[in-house]
C-alpha cells in the first residue's frame, strides 16, 4: 500500500466507513462526505473493475459506463499491479 496515504486522518475515515452497518447509512454518510460527482467517479471506477475482470473490452467498457480510456487504463493498471483491494471485496463480494 502507498505509504502516503496511511495517516491517521485516513485511519480515522476508514474506522468511520467500517462501522456503517447497511446500505441505507452508506448512502447517509457517503452523501455527506462526498460531492454526487465524487460519488459517481467512484461507483464507476468499481464498474469499470468489475467490467475488466469480466474481460471486456475498453469499447464495451466505455460505451456502458461513460468513462474515458485513461480511467479504464487506470483502473485496469490497478488490477494488475495494485494492492489487490479490488480483487479482496469482488471474492467477499461472491460469498
Sequence with gaps: MNKKIRT?????LFDAVLCLQNK???YSFFE???TVNELLSLSQRFE??????EHKTY??????TGAS?????RVNRS???????YELVFERMQD
Design 79 to 85: 488490477l494488475n499491479y495494485g494492492d489487490d483491494g
Design 69 to 73: 480510456t485513461a480511467t479504464i487504463s
Design 59 to 64: 469499447l464495451e467498457i466505455a460505451e456502458k
Design 24 to 26: 441505507e447509512e452508506c
Design 8 to 12: 491517521d486522518a485516513v485511519d480515522h
Design 48 to 53: 469499470v473493475a468489475a467490467m475488466l475482470r
Design 32 to 34: 455527506d462526505l462526498c
